[in-house]
């Protein structure tokens, strides 16, 4: 028997499960296919809200970032009152210190920049080789965790029914129309597919998508230890505080496919850096390490809209902005998918500008 919805959304992480949640608020019915829920980037990223301290130069990206970040209060309450769960969206602001006599590589932030007497105002105890840096107050982040789990219950909750451990193994077409999607065990047909599998999407479709490997950790502040009260953006490695005390400390950046496995080399890179960026941190006791992969495209923009398929649209290579695009790229793709209505921003994101 085929398995028949409005919608089909291929991948059940946060794009996909951010996406079904728009698409029911607006009364469409949504089947999601996860492969491996655990795996998904949503779980592997630090949450970080950062369309500034990424430095992102002015144009349709910066754009789109700022206006996802602009949604986060609205979309975080939605959450929140639909399920009682506390993402922990902390608008706390980014920190991105300079080292030394660096060049001042961010010209355009100038009314962002800080000397080291008020930086050290907005968080004691930075390294001592930090001379400046941006502070960029409206930056955030949001615990993916917890995001994480407010979306799955909101999806459920709103009727969206999730196959869990469900491969993909064939999309199939006629001409320009998908045709019905096959796993292993069943077949599933809509009017409507999005195919948000990050970076794994190259699997399904012929798109430029690459895993950009991306290895983490996690340290817990002694008892009465001074906190961290913004994130702090170095270079390569941020450190991100949570409330209970906890910082998430990210990434590497490896093209290495998808290669398992935290290294040794990976982990110290991470402690080294963050060690420079905050001290303290040498004292704080080792939690754990996890590694995820980012969904990574030539020009590191996503890929949003319509696809080689007039009943296929794309939401993927989201990169390093996944959590922090998530609220637009679902708000626009529900206008897309129930009203066919194409946002002039996503021309930028258009799958054949390759
Ligand atoms: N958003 C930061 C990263 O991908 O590492």
Redesign the pocket.
Known sequence: MKIHSDVLIIGGGAIGLATALELALRGVSVTVLSRNFPEAALHA??G?L?PQA?GLLPGPMLALCLRSRSLYPEWVSKLESLTGIDPEYWPCGIIAPLYGEAKRFRSAEDEYWCDRPSLTALQPDLGREITGGWWFPEDGQINNQSMAKALRVAVEQLGVTIHDDVTVNHIAHQGDQITEVQTADETYQADCYLLATGAWTGELLTVPVVP?K?Q?LSLQAKTGEQQLRHVLFGNGT?LVPRRNGRVVI??T?EDVGFTPHNTSAGIQQLLTESHRLYPPLQDWIFERSWWGF?PATPDELPILGTSPYKNLVLATGH??????LTPITAVLLAELICNQVTDPLLKAFRYDRF
């Open positions: 990223a630090a970080m950062a990424e950009r991306g983490m941020y990210g990434a950046s980012r990169y390093r902005n996944g959590i922090l």
